[in-house]
């Protein structure tokens, strides 16, 4: 049995500990309210701009002349994963899901023959995947803090992606996120961005009887639109991946907390026994001496 | 009649009022945008946006860049990448 003064100091070094993680909940508490409003106050664009875009495509879409954003390579062989995690772990299994959920449709497609390539957004998500398919990683960046991200370095990503798809890199890419559903489930989600898939027009053309003008003509509309379309779809999944990363944290350092109270807990229970016991073996010790004088 | 007019960025929802008048640089030249405009679609140049808040009054300007203007018989929308 441990002497009681290591008991002392391992229950004082677990209590320490479940100090620390009471804090990282607490923290991830307040960090996943605010994420969750920035993803809620995004929302409005977003909806606005899908149905411009929706109701252009229909427009422009079916015409040989439609953007290359649109119609895609007409080529099905090279895809490209865009895997978006965060760079801190301690998070439970947020990171670990989004990049199984890579890692399966990955093997999926290479087993149809199909080329995949990787570019992850999150240093997390590069040192699961770089295991495993190593060259095939052709770009990974680390965003830093989630929560912290502007719309400018989603629109970066865009860009880059965008110009990757133009010069021929790829055929088709999807989006690997956590969408958040709740503190407790944030489920890993794969989404298509290039080509543009476009969302069914919820609107016609004609507004309130009137048709629309367009200023200049809705094709150059729609090549400015589509690449911020996409900035935005990352940009969504960005902000989602934000507010699941902090609901995980919080859950994990719930779980850890508990753990290190249960620890705890029957730490002091042997204390308390080794310290009985001590006593016990003392008052033997006295008695058996008085006995014998 | 006031104008509806909303101000989005992706940010979040920054203006959604009634005003008078809006005149919004659109790439091809400004326009005015009053209660009752014809529905019209167009992509913004980078520049300012004057909010009239009522006729007459001094106008609040708005910084805009990156931008897409709809205008809609609810009212004007502009789809910003920044603004403010």
């Keep these: 049995m441990a002497s009681l003064k290591a008991l002392k100091i391992r229950i004082g070094s677990v209590k320490s500990t479940q100090k620390i993680t009471k804090a990282m909940k607490m923290v991830a508490a307040a960090k996943l309210r605010r994420a969750q409003e920035a993803a809620e106050a995004g929302r409005p664009y977003a909806e606005r701009l899908e149905g411009v875009v929706a109701r252009l495509a229909a427009k422009v879409g079916g015409a040989d002349n439609a953007p290359l954003l649109l119609s895609g390579t007409g080529r099905d062989q090279v895809h490209l994963f865009v895997v978006a995690t965060s760079d801190k772990g301690l998070a439970g299994a947020f990171n670990t899901n989004i990049a199984r959920l890579a890692r399966r449709r990955a093997d999926e497609l290479i087993a149809q023959g199909k080329t995949v390539k990787f570019y992850t957004i999150g240093r997390k998500g590069r040192g699961v995947l770089s295991r495993l398919y190593r060259d095939q990683i052709v770009h990974s960046d680390e965003p830093g803090d989630l929560g912290k991200l502007t719309f400018d370095s989603a629109r970066g990503y865009a860009d880059d992606l965008i110009a990757r798809f133009q010069a021929g890199e790829f055929d088709v890419a999807h989006l690997f996120y956590a969408t958040f559903k709740s503190v407790l489930t944030q489920e890993p989600t794969e989404q298509q961005i290039l080509p543009v898939k476009v969302p069914a027009a919820a609107t016609n053309d004609t507004d309130g009887g009137a048709v629309m003008e367009y200023e200049p003509d809705e094709e150059s509309i729609l090549a400015d639109l589509l690449p911020r379309a996409i900035a935005i779809q990352i940009f969504r999944a960005l902000r989602e991946n934000a507010a699941s990363e902090q609901g995980s944290k919080m859950t994990a350092m719930d779980n850890a907390t508990r753990n290190a109270g249960d620890l705890i807990k029957r730490l002091q229970i042997e204390y308390n026994r080794s310290r009985q016991a001590a006593i016990t073996t003392e008052l033997v010790e006295i008695i058996s001496g008085a006995e014998a004088l | ?84």
């Design chain 2, 1 to 84: 009649m006031p104008l509806h007019f909303e101000l989005v960025t992706p940010e979040k929802l920054l203006r959604s009022e009634e005003v008078h008048m809006v005149v919004v640089p659109g790439s091809e030249g400004d326009f005015g945008v009053l209660e009752g405009h014809a529905p019209f679609m167009s992509t913004i140049r980078d520049g300012e946006i004057m909010v009239h808040k009522t006729a007459g009054g001094a106008p609040e300007a708005i910084r805009v860049e990156g931008g897409l203007a709809e205008v809609t018989t609810r009212g004007l929308t502009v789809l910003a990448e920044k603004a403010g």
